[in-house]
């Protein structure tokens, strides 16, 4: 053993020798060498895919016995039981209050609707009131005229148709003649009235008279038509 590892190492020096003093023939077999295998056509290309093509692929990765999956193992359907139906959790229901003691109701006769009231009747609006017309006399005269005595007959009416009122008879002068002169005249006229009214049915506690002579006249004009309206007697209720 040791022999042979000695002749070995002789021999290894020797080349070593041979290298170092053939320096241009090592360096020739080298390049030759290198430029026989560039020769080839695609050889150096071609090389590393033959080399990849000798390598096998990696295997894949398995698990292990013991980490693999045990198989799922079916159980028949008919072995599994069907699942019992959960009731729900049942509440206790309150207690039933206490019937309430029944009313003693006395049933009342329907009572039937009455009529529909009558209208009221629309009061009747009062007639208007009669008015009360004067009575005219000439110049200085207290005779009553036949024209007046028309309008003397209503007037007896309306205050016969009113039993408990009273009335005044007034008696007017126009402005000529003094005034003594004319409350006289006035009063006469006044009288006329009254005794003709009361002939006509009228009672005389309804009327009383006076007058106001050339007072209060109805006219202020100094015309003959303005001194005929203030020669008269004119009558209002109390």
């Known amino acids: 053993m040791s022999m042979r590892y000695h002749v070995s190492s002789v021999g290894f020096g ?46 894949p990765e398995t698990a292990s016995a013991s980490e693999a999956a045990p198989a799922p193992v079916e159980t028949p359907k008919a072995d599994i039981p069907a699942p019992a139906p959960v009731e729900p959790p049942k509440t206790e229901a309150p207690p039933a209050a206490a019937p309430a003691a029944e009313e003693t109701r006395i049933a009342e006769a329907p009572v039937a609707p009455a009529p529909p009231a009558a209208p009221a009747p629309e009061p009747t609006p009062p007639a208007p009131a009669a008015e009360l017309t004067d009575v005219f006399f000439d110049f200085d005269r207290f005779t009553i005229r036949g024209e007046a005595r028309a309008s003397l007959e209503t007037d007896a009416g309306i205050i016969k148709s009113q039993p408990g009122a009273k009335f ?71």
């Open 14 to 59: 020797l080349c070593l020798l041979a290298l170092a003093l053939l320096p241009g023939c090592a360096s020739r077999k080298v390049v030759t060498a290198v430029e026989n295998q560039s020769f080839v056509p695609g050889a150096a290309a071609e090389a590393p895919a033959a080399e990849a093509a000798k390598v096998p692929p990696p295997a």
């Open 168 to 238: 005044l008879i007034e008696g007017h002068c126009d402005e000529r003649g003094t005034g003594a002169y004319n409350l006289v005249l006035g009063e006469r006229r006044a009288q006329a009235v009254r005794q003709y009214l009361q002939d006509l049915g009228v009672s005389p506690s309804q009327m009383q008279i006076t007058s106001y002579g050339k007072e209060r006249p109805f006219c202020t004009e100094h015309s003959e038509a303005c001194w005929q309206s203030n020669r008269r007697a004119h009558i209002t209720k109390r």
